[in-house]
């Protein structure tokens, strides 16, 4: 091979290959998906705020539940976590352990329906909160962390 046809052939494996497509991105069409409703609920629109008040009564129901190792009660019948839950707190978390909220950072109604004159309210609630408790070599210890509860309330008078 000549010394043109090699510088050549260098020079054509030097540059740059570019090799692209374009492809556009169709999304696959759809319905909207439904929260599935227990029968008789009349959807909620758009949804009634919750008041402080209300939200921090429960989330102060849920940290004195989590402190008597009583979880168990206030869990809904199909939490998949459930047994784990509650081994974990049984097993893992140190006997005097309590946990206490620090404040709740804000929350947002995901589903809202009106059932045998209740309105029944699903949010889920940003917390920070503190777990507190006594190590027998460090002494006292508390560790803070935020945490999202998904709770529901139900509102018996329907206002």
Do not use: C, H
């Not at 029944?120 to 002494?139: H, I, M, Y």
């Amino acid at each position: 091979m000549s010394a043109a046809r090699w510088l050549a052939a260098a020079l054509i494996a030097a540059l740059p290959v570019a090799a692209q497509e374009t492809r556009t991105i169709n999304p696959i069409a759809r319905p909207q998906a439904r929260a599935v409703l227990p029968n008789g609920a009349v959807p909620v629109t758009p949804p009634r705020p919750v008041p402080r008040e209300k939200v921090e009564a429960a989330i102060a129901t849920v940290a004195r539940a989590w402190t008597d190792k009583s979880l168990d009660g206030l869990l809904a019948k199909d939490y998949q976590e459930r047994d784990r839950l509650a081994d974990a707190l049984q097993t893992k978390a140190p006997r005097d352990a309590s946990l206490r909220i620090l404040g709740i950072q804000g929350w947002q109604v995901l589903e809202q329906y009106r059932l045998a004159g209740a309105v029944v309210s699903k949010l889920a609630v940003t917390v920070r909160t503190q777990v507190e408790f006594n190590d027998p070599r460090l002494g006292f210890q508390a560790r803070d962390g935020t945490n999202e509860y998904v709770i529901t309330l139900t509102d018996e008078a329907g206002r």
